[in-house]
């Protein structure tokens, strides 16, 4: 029997932000806080490993990295985690902003993809995409 035969084939889980927030920034950076929720759609539980992950807010590439903190999300289970998101662009708080005031709103339209990383041996990247509105002050 080989070892890919006894390896489940794994549905990507399905990630959505629910909240975001600036946790401190200077003149050189920023760092916000996104509050994400998962879904495993599998029957078994998904230990993982790692993200990596791109955010866009109104369109505009805004921050990426990758998530080191490995945790499990029960079979059909869901749960919430916090993702530390830098940005380097000192423009990129003040378009958000003027954004924000010019459209009199809390709240941004963001697109968030990836991939988790899987922490199982021959397990692929499970990639993922969300996108909509988020309050940016939760």
């Known amino acids: 029997m080989s070892a890919c035969a006894s390896t489940p084939k794994l549905s990507a889980p399905r990630l959505t932000v629910v909240g975001a927030g600036m946790t401190s920034s200077d003149v050189f950076s920023q760092q916000f806080r996104v509050r994400v929720h998962i879904e495993n759609p599998n029957a078994s539980e998904l230990p993982i490993k790692s993200i990596d992950y791109k955010f866009f807010i109104e369109g505009q590439g805004f921050a990426e990295g ?35 005031k010019m459209a009199n709103s809390n709240t941004v ?27 940016w002050r939760r």
Not at 109 to 134: C, I, M, Q, R, W
Request: proline share 5%; net charge negative.
């Open 109 to 135: 339209h963001y697109t968030f993809t990836g991939n988790v990383v899987v922490n199982a041996t021959f397990s692929p990247k499970l990639a993922f995409a969300d996108s909509g509105t988020v309050d």
């Open 66 to 100: 990758v998530s080191e903190a490995p945790f499990v999300v029960p079979a059909k289970g869901e749960q919430e985690f916090e993702l530390l998101m830098q940005t380097y662009f000192a423009s990129s708080i003040g378009k958000l902003l003027s954004q924000l």
